[in-house]
């Protein structure tokens, strides 16, 4: 086919764009980009859709698909400012919208069949190649989800509109998640009317796990309903519902996706590890064995032990993938942690910890995880400026990012800005059920006392302990917030509590979230007895 727009002719038979005649340079992947926009002109693509479709197998991050519209764009005399031919659409996607004139070329054109059979053989040579993956070696390492048309009440517009926002908005976000890849809501699309099984759609789809939901008036509230599912055996792995009142739908829809998205993604993962465990380590990829190391503070509590089996393993992915940047970032974030907690000593840990998260920011400076890991990693060992600003474009790419938007309150703290405790509450409050939420409470509780809040920190302190039976850092912050307002008993409590989950618990390691005077009130009051020095 032919399309021919302004002074150009996009020719998919002969693989070239042609400008006045004359054929214009376009990478392979542009040029599939500008192919599916243009065959596809009648209606906005969303982003989700184009990750999919173009980079089939592929972990990369949105900015490639940023980058890859630019080039589009910068080949045929467009930009982001005049949109003539490519437009954006704010949180929808992508549309091709000038004037097109199609046709078959003047050459004799082989059947169909020939076609799909060259076009099978093209697609083999290129993952041959190493330009594509194909369909059976993406799913062997990575997880597919697929996010179904949410079902709603018959004859009311409202509810049909708010359950394909909520459909198209969870499918955006969910492909956010290192490590799974959502198809298409085109693709999924198809099942609206079909009454199937989730073990026939798994077949169909080759997909792992399916989201499905529905949206129904209530009095003055709409009921929305999601549930999780496994694809294979179709056993419900989460749901939840929440009623939204109709007169705040605008203010609240993007809250309710947010929330819904961070509480799928820890069932993913947890889901994801149970089907880790039954398989050899031998046969762990890359991306699993990243999988395992960042899970393992979650399933194991802080210890020397748990942070060595994290680095670990994350060492393993780098050396599956050297390119994989999460592994990267993440495995800098495990080091800066461990040392500032006193779980890991020795100087040896920065430059490890510097040059991981050097490479992670080279291999992907724009992806919001790789960005909060390594920006909390630098803020952790010290480069509070560098980190900062790590953090801060990690949370403008993407809001929802509660690691993000937490560790850049830590950071602001640190600073010496009170505002930092806002954005730690923020980031708390995106993830209300993150396993990552005592911990994030103790530094929340640390920082403020730092402002002389000292009534919020014990009850924020005292709030984690309850999220986490198996880490200790909590319980030393609640000590010192008691023995801030003159209670030896409670910190004598919390520190015992403490020693319970770290028999070996010194004061050098108190002293990491205790100022001298702090100690020095710790010590007076009796509560460090017994504790090696």
């Known amino acids: 086919m032919i399309f021919r727009f302004s002074d150009f002719q996009l020719d998919t038979h002969q693989l070239q764009l042609r400008r006045a005649g004359a054929v214009q340079p376009l990478e392979p992947l542009v040029f599939d980009l500008l192919t599916y926009l243009v065959t596809h002109r009648d209606r906005i693509v969303s982003r989700a859709e184009l990750l999919d479709q173009l980079w089939s197998g592929k972990v990369v991050s949105e900015s490639a698909l940023s980058s890859a519209i630019k080039a589009a764009r910068h080949a045929l005399g467009d930009s982001g400012q005049t949109q003539g031919l490519i437009a954006t659409f704010n949180r929808r996607g992508y549309r091709f919208v000038a004037d097109i004139d199609a046709s078959e070329p003047l050459a004799e054109v082989p059947g169909a069949d020939v076609m799909q059979q060259s076009a099978a053989e093209a697609h083999q040579v290129l993952a041959a190649a190493g330009l594509f993956s194909s369909r059976n070696e993406r799913e062997k390492e990575q997880p597919v989800l697929a996010v179904l048309p949410f079902s709603h009440g018959v004859g009311v517009d409202q509810t049909a509109w708010v359950a394909e926002v909520l459909c198209e908005d969870i499918s955006i976000h969910l492909a956010r998640i290192p490590g799974f890849l959502v198809l298409s809501r085109n693709t999924a699309s198809q099942y609206r009317q079909r009454e199937v099984s989730i073990q026939h759609i798994a077949r169909e789809l080759g997909v792992d796990y399916v989201i499905e939901g529905s949206v129904w008036p209530m009095g003055d509230n709409l009921r929305v309903g999601v549930q999780l599912l496994d694809a294979a055996s179709g056993n419900m792995l989460w749901s939840d519902r929440k009623l939204i009142p109709v007169d705040s739908l605008n203010v609240l829809e993007e809250e309710v996706v947010r929330e819904i998205v961070s509480r799928i993604e820890p069932q993913l993962n947890r889901a994801e590890l149970i089907q880790l465990r039954k398989r050899r380590t031998v046969d762990l990829g890359a991306w ?246």
């Open 288 to 533: 699993a064995l990243y999988r395992q190391g960042h899970a393992i503070l979650g399933q194991k509590g802080w210890s020397e032990e748990s942070f060595i089996e994290a680095a670990n393993l994350l060492r393993q992915a780098i050396q599956r993938d050297p390119e994989l940047a999460f592994a990267h970032a993440y495995l800098a974030l495990i080091i800066a942690i461990g040392h500032l907690v006193g779980l890991i000593r020795g100087q040896e840990w920065l430059f490890e910890a510097t040059q991981s998260a050097e490479k992670a920011v080279a291999l992907d400076g724009q992806d919001t995880d790789v960005l909060g890991y390594a920006g909390c990693a630098f803020a952790d060992m010290g480069d509070l400026q560098r980190g900062v600003g790590m953090l801060r474009r990690a949370v403008e790419l993407d809001p929802s990012n509660a690691q993000a938007m937490t560790a850049l309150g830590a950071a602001m703290i640190r600073q010496g800005d009170v505002q930092g405790i806002d954005f730690m509450l923020q980031g708390m409050k995106i993830s209300p059920r993150d396993n990552r939420r005592s911990a994030w409470g103790a530094l929340l509780a640390r920082g403020m006392l730092n402002f002389g809040q000292i009534d919020n920190a014990i009850r924020t302190a005292s709030d984690a302990c309850r999220c986490d039976d198996r880490i200790f850092l909590p319980r030393v912050v609640l000590a010192i917030a008691h023995i801030h307002e003159g209670n030896i008993p409670g910190a004598v409590d919390a520190l015992s509590d403490a020693r319970r989950i770290r028999p070996t618990l010194g004061q050098r390691e108190i002293a990491c979230f205790a100022s001298r005077a702090e100690m020095a009130l710790l010590q007076k009051g009796g509560v460090l007895a017994g504790l090696p020095s």
